[in-house]
């Protein structure tokens, strides 16, 4: 399987009816030996590992690559697709290649019509949430949708899965859901309270159930219309029953971080710039958008706390409008694809004018710097001229953006590139999910 690329071998999923894939393994490593075949022991160029890894952290690593080889590990998007579109002004010419995580933002930038959006991820199981997303959009009608992936929880979504979905997806998404289809049959359950993050909310609404004082002010939150009402009830009924110790140590578990997605170089980055560690970086994080922006319509935290959207509170691709828009035809500028972003780049021979690349940098700067570099030496070689790239990362200022050279005698990844520091700060400020610590804004130098 992780041979070299043909593009025909490429998995990828044309949804309008053309077939073409390659049978994707059941457990997916993302990081694991194959890497280590595929690029050969030690960085050959790029940069040098930062910190030698202890026993804790290789025990770590591994506990992290098993339980995210074999699970859906995002249930919805946790990145701001409204501050991203204000970074990447996305034009109707646009090819774009975005990481999928959840496939929500990807519906999101759909509706603003670019020309294509080729999602890539190398955990098939997160592209088989966006097949089964996007096959919604062709064959369900928006109250159905709704109830699936705004409530999720639908009574009749088995029936409707086998009759109308099922025969839209892929061999491996049809595999995966299935076993999974009941995910969003259970009355007093959601499909949110599913996938690795979704066990964090389900363990967060079962604490909330014991702590009824926080739960009802943490309800008014969402309820009030002023922004100093909001303000005030956070401040008196929620932030001082929240941040229990208890709260605090399930927070900085690696246990629960990797549930989140989060693998322990992340941490580790997040520990270093908070005196006050994991728990003191989320606090401060719930502390800013409860008191600077309206959470009334933070669908973000609002999943995770309410286990569903509602139809004022959710994102874009569930409003019923944008919906339409979706089924009209914008769903069909998508294109799915299994693999490492490396491997699709190797693969394809379009240019890419926007790259959304999430934070997923993060992963492999610390244990595969020179995968890295592989892959900024091949993001720079499909690039369109004017191309311009975002991502995320745990530290406002990653060493790896420091040192990656992206490729023998190419200089640094910074000689290559025009950052934009302010108006990445000043979207920063709007970013209803705040989690990250550094938003990136590049240019490719002309
Ligand atoms: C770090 S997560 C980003 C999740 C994002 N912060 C969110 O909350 O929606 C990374 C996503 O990228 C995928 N991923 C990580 N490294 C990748 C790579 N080299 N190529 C393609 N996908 C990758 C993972 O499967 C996961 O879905």
């Not at 949110?192 to 979704?198: E, K, P, Q, R, V």
Request: one cysteine or more; glycine letters at 6%.
């Amino acid at each position: 399987m992780r041979g070299k690329f043909k593009s025909s071998d490429c998995a990828v999923w044309q949804y309008n009816f053309s077939r073409k894939h390659t049978p994707v393994p059941d457990i997916y490593p993302l990081h694991s030996s194959s890497m280590v075949r595929q690029f050969g022991p030690g960085p050959r160029y790029g940069m040098s590992l930062k910190t030698p890894h202890t026993l804790a952290d290789r025990f770590d690593q591994k506990l992290f690559d098993a339980i995210y080889s074999r699970a859906l590990v995002y249930n919805t998007c946790w990145e701001d697709p409204a501050v991203d579109r204000l970074a990447l002004n996305i034009q109707n010419d646009d090819t774009m290649l975005v990481i999928t995580s959840a496939g929500c933002n990807i519906l999101d930038y759909a509706l603003t019509g670019p020309r294509r959006i080729h999602a890539v991820d190398a955990n098939p199981r997160q592209n088989a949430l966006l097949e089964l997303k996007l096959a919604g959009i062709r064959r369900l009608q928006f109250h159905d949708f709704f109830a699936a992936f705004g409530s999720g929880y639908h009574p009749h979504f088995r029936a409707l899965y086998f009759d109308a979905l099922r025969a839209e997806l892929s061999p491996y998404a049809q595999r995966f859901w299935d076993r999974h289809v009941d995910w969003f049959g259970s009355r007093s359950g959601s499909f949110y309270y599913h996938g690795l993050s979704g066990i964090v909310a389900r363990a967060f609404r079962a604490y909330l159930k014991v702590r009824p004082r926080l739960a009802a002010g943490i309800a008014e939150l969402f309820a009030t219309h002023s922004l100093d009402h909001q303000r005030h009830i956070y401040d008196t009924r929620v932030r001082p029953l929240m941040w229990t110790s208890g709260v605090n140590w399930a927070l900085s578990r690696q246990l629960t971080l990797s549930m989140l997605g989060v693998p322990h170089p992340q941490r580790k980055e997040v520990q270093e710039q908070h005196e006050r560690g994991v728990a003191g970086f989320v606090r401060d994080a719930v502390d800013y958008v409860a008191r600077q922006l309206p959470f009334r319509s933070n669908y973000f935290w609002s999943v995770y706390v309410r286990g569903r959207y509602t139809e004022t509170c959710c994102p874009e691709y569930l409003k019923r409008d944008n919906f339409a828009a979706l089924k009209a035809g914008l769903a069909d500028r998508v294109l799915l694809h299994t693999a490492t972003v490396t491997e699709f780049l190797k693969a394809t021979d379009e240019r890419i004018s926007k790259f959304v690349l999430l934070d997923h940098m993060d992963w492999m700067s610390s244990y595969y710097p020179h995968a890295l570099a592989e892959e900024w030496s091949f993001i720079l070689r499909r690039a369109t001229p004017n191309a311009r790239i975002i991502f995320r990362s745990a530290h406002a200022t990653p060493g790896y953006l420091e040192h990656l050279e992206p490729g023998p005698r190419r200089g640094r990844l910074q000689d290559h590139l025009v950052f934009h520091p302010g108006l990445a700060a000043r979207l920063q400020r709007l970013d209803r999910v705040h989690t990250y610590a550094g938003f990136h804004i590049a240019d490719l130098k002309a």
